[in-house]
């Protein structure tokens, strides 16, 4: 089973509105990170943001938040007035179990964001 | 701003030779780690090292795949007997310390093509 789920390979988006990247996750750890990560044309991963767990209130950086719905397993990505170099691929990942050394980035498959003017 | 460094940015290399990928890993970060990512799929973890020990790898990382620390400040993934499903681009990425909240900061990445 696919521990992470991007169900939407292509998004596509007017400049300046808000847009919403799905991301559902599966895991039995009462411990866990999410994180979204940006991979531009350049190929680079860029972090983005960051959710645990047991964080009560959904994360926030700038222009990105994170829709967090621990019942439903879900770390929706929401980016609001986009623009044009948000055009990338978007991948959410997880981290399970606190406190252990090196733990592995789970990555999902990712969604292209398209922005246009 | 710190970062993740990487050497080359594209290598490209005969089927069964060696290749050597280097990082440079930001200076205060305890955590290491490759990933692999083949072109078009999603990334894929291989190994995370930490205090000069393997600490967690994939199924990838089999035994044509070693790493290393061969002094304090580089990291390095070598495959021994490259093959042709081996091309891919091949991330390094380091993070400050262990706990969940610590993101890992990558490198821009080597492409690797094996012909």
């Known amino acids: 089973a696919q521990k992470i789920t991007q169900t939407q390979p292509g998004m596509f988006v007017q400049e300046k509105e808000a847009v919403t990247l799905d991301c559902t996750y599966d895991?039995?750890?009462?411990?866990?990170?999410l994180f979204w990560y940006k991979q531009p044309s350049s190929g680079e991963m860029i972090f983005l943001i960051y959710?645990?767990?047991?964080?009560?209130q959904n994360a926030t950086e700038g222009r990105y938040s994170l829709n967090f719905q621990k019942a439903r397993k879900s770390a929706n990505l929401v980016i609001s007035a986009s623009q044009l170099g948000d055009s990338a691929m978007y991948f959410c990942?997880?981290?399970?179990?606190?406190?252990?050394?090196?733990?592995?980035?789970?990555f999902g498959k990712g969604t292209t964001l398209s922005v246009s003017s | 701003e710190p970062e993740v460094t990487q050497t080359p940015s594209h290598q490209v290399t005969q089927m069964g030779q060696e290749v050597i990928l280097r990082c440079v890993p930001i200076?205060?970060?305890?955590?290491f780690y490759w990933y692999r990512q083949i072109l078009g799929q999603k990334v894929e973890f291989l190994v995370s090292f930490y205090n000069n020990e393997i600490s967690e790898k994939s199924e990838i990382f089999d035994d044509q795949f070693s790493v290393e620390r061969p002094d304090g400040s580089n990291f390095t993934l070598k495959i021994r007997s490259t093959k042709l499903e081996d091309s891919a681009m091949y991330f390094c990425a380091s993070s400050e310390a262990r706990g969940l909240s610590y993101e890992q900061y990558f490198g821009p990445g080597t492409r690797l093509t094996v012909t």
């Open positions: 959710q645990g767990s047991y964080d009560e």
């Open positions: 200076s205060n970060h305890l955590y």
């Open positions: 895991t039995s750890d009462q411990s866990y990170g």
């Open positions: 990942a997880m981290r399970e179990g606190e406190g252990q050394a090196g733990t592995a980035l789970i």
